[in-house]
């Protein structure tokens, strides 16, 4: 009897210590720290009413040097330029700061800060080990906006 509990007790931790090496395997965890994935916004979530169901291909591409942002914006705007034909979260930076430091249960929490945009302050982005990723946007001169997705290995 004594050898079934040993037993049992053997294949529980090499169970956890093999589900521990997946979660450092996890290629998703690999292109955060390497900083070239694709976050996929499904959901926008302005500051002035509710969630809004997007039909797709808004995204946020991050590589080494540049991050390409094509999402939409609803929110209120303090001020803007004249004849400005973009929408503020329509742009393509290659200055920015990028920190990635995580969490607790495999969660990590991305800031992205561009300095060669005009609006954009901060990017704040919570990576969850499943794939799913929240996306908080704060500006200069609007109000925030959030966006719910998911994130991408991106193709090299």
């Known amino acids: 009897m004594k050898t079934v509990y ?3 007790i053997f294949a529980l931790i090499t169970l956890n210590i093999c589900h521990a090496q997946d979660k450092e395997n996890n290629p998703l965890t ?3 720290k390497a900083r070239h994935f694709i976050f996929s916004a499904q959901t926008m979530v302005p500051s002035i009413a509710g969630s809004n169901n997007l039909t797709g291909g808004y995204d946020l591409r991050i590589s080494q040097n540049k991050i390409i942002c094509y999402l939409p914006y609803a ?3 303090y001020s803007s330029s004249y004849g400005e034909t973009k ?3 329509d742009f393509t930076s290659e200055k920015f700061s990028y920190t990635a430091t995580q969490g607790d249960k495999g969660k990590w929490e991305v800031v992205i800060k561009p300095s060669d945009t005009n609006d954009v302050r901060e990017m704040d982005m ?3 080990d499943n794939g799913t990723a929240y996306l908080n946007v704060n500006f200069n001169n609007r ?4 966006f719910n ?3 991408a290995e991106a193709k090299k």
């Open 143 to 146: 109000q925030p906006v959030s």
């Open 126 to 128: 919570d990576i969850y």
């Open 87 to 89: 929408g503020p979260l």
């Open 149 to 151: 997705g998911f994130i």
């Open 75 to 77: 929110g209120k705007a």
């Open 6 to 8: 040993l037993a049992a």
């Open 30 to 32: 690999d292109s955060v």
